[in-house]
């Protein structure tokens, strides 16, 4: 069951994804827009092909959640999409990874890698502040071929009017550097930045308090 009541009035172009073949849609989105980007960047390769099936595996699993515990939008064409839950009710990615059979095609080394990347990540939320109620984006994505076009600019624009309405944060986590700043133009703060050297990644935790 649906537990998690944001958008009273869905951005413009949007809508709620419930049928399975959107699903499978959606999941090809997130695929290209995390896989095209090789993020993150684990210590032991793993191919373009890889990467894409990783994040299709992945997406099919942040929509699940999402459709149990949060909201899932898209556009009519599924190019741009948020994925949103309670804090609380955030996927443990790593531990998935690191549970699941699914991800058997990638080296064992690769996998214990990129699970261990998405695992510390999630660790790191006992030094975070925020309420179990705060709305976590698990995903924000944009087929790349799609760039440019606002989309994302829409769906968080929408994202904002309703959480400021509902007297709700929104946080986020990354782990691209260079969308700090795309994060901070949207009126996010840093809370936490997590260097790891040895598997060359970084985590960005972000907040946007409610207006």
């Known amino acids: 069951m649906n537990n998690l009541h944001i958008f009273e009035t869905l951005p413009e172009g949007f809508r709620t994804v419930e049928t399975a073949e959107d699903r499978q ?5 997130i695929s290209r827009a995390f896989g095209d980007c090789f993020y993150p960047i684990p210590t ?3 191919s373009h092909e890889e990467y894409l099936k990783l994040y ?5 699993q942040w929509i699940d959640n999402a459709l149990e515990k949060g909201v899932v939008i898209a556009n009519e064409d599924f190019s741009g999409t948020l994925i949103l839950t309670k804090m609380k009710d955030c996927l443990d990615s ?4 690191k549970e699941d059979k699914t991800y058997n095609f990638l080296s064992p080394e690769a996998k214990a890698n990129v699970s261990y990347i998405f695992a510390y990540t999630y660790d790191d939320e006992k030094y975070l502040e925020y309420n179990e109620d705060d709305v976590y984006i698990e995903i924000f994505a944009v087929d790349t071929e799609r760039h440019g076009e606002k989309i994302g600019s829409r769906l968080m624009r929408g994202l904002f009017d ?3 309405k509902a007297k709700k944060d929104i946080l986020l986590l990354t ?3 260079k969308n700090v700043e795309m994060y901070e133009h949207f009126g996010f703060e840093v ?3 997590h260097h790891v050297e040895e598997i060359s990644s970084d985590a960005y935790y972000l907040k946007r308090k409610h207006r």
């Open 25 to 29: 849609k959606l999941a090809e989105t």
């Open 94 to 97: 790593g531990k998935l990874i």
């Open 175 to 177: 782990s691209i550097a």
């Open 56 to 60: 299709y595996e992945l997406g099919l």
């Open 191 to 193: 809370m936490r930045e």
């Open 162 to 164: 309703e959480c400021d």
């Open 44 to 46: 032991y390769p793993i």
